[in-house]
Nanobody, 126 residues
Framework: QVQLVESGGGLVQAGGSLRLSCAAS????????MGWFRQAPGKEREFVAT????????NYVDAVKGRFTISRDNAKNMVYLQMNSLKPEDTAVYYC???????????????????WGQGTQVTVSS
């Protein structure tokens, strides 16, 4: 059974930084693309960033390009989201997700991900 556990969320002032972590178990982690999504109150869950199984390919939603960086450590079964220059509109619950299919290039569609974490709250004050 796949388990994804996020950590690192919290309250930060605008302009600050946070690093989210996601610990994966129950799958051969190094074979799967991983992604981060977020959901603000009253809004749909949206794609934030994705990374391919090897880690050589990444993709970001336009709103976070140049501020967020996704990375992975296959030896530790971990995926990270470094978030800099945070804005109040980044406030949301952030979810880690694993691709349904092995050896993918890192999808961006929510339906392409088959396993999800419980989420971690990020709140950015103005």
């Amino acid at each position: 059974q796949v388990q994804l556990v996020e950590s690192g969320g919290g309250l930060v002032q605008a302009g600050g930084s946070l690093r989210l972590s996601c610990a994966a178990s129950g799958l051969t982690f190094s074979r799967y693309g991983m992604g981060w999504f977020r959901q603000a109150p009253g809004k749909e869950r949206e794609f934030v960033a994705t990374i391919s199984w090897k880690g050589e390919r990444t993709n970001y939603v336009d709103a976070v390009k140049g501020r967020f960086t996704i990375s992975r450590d296959n030896a530790k079964n971990m995926v990270y989201l470094q978030m800099n220059s945070l804005k109040p509109e980044d406030t949301a619950v952030y979810y880690c997700a694993a691709d349904r299919i092995a050896y993918g290039l890192g999808p961006t569609l929510r339906t392409a991900f088959g396993s999800w974490g419980q989420g971690t709250q990020v709140t950015v004050s103005s």
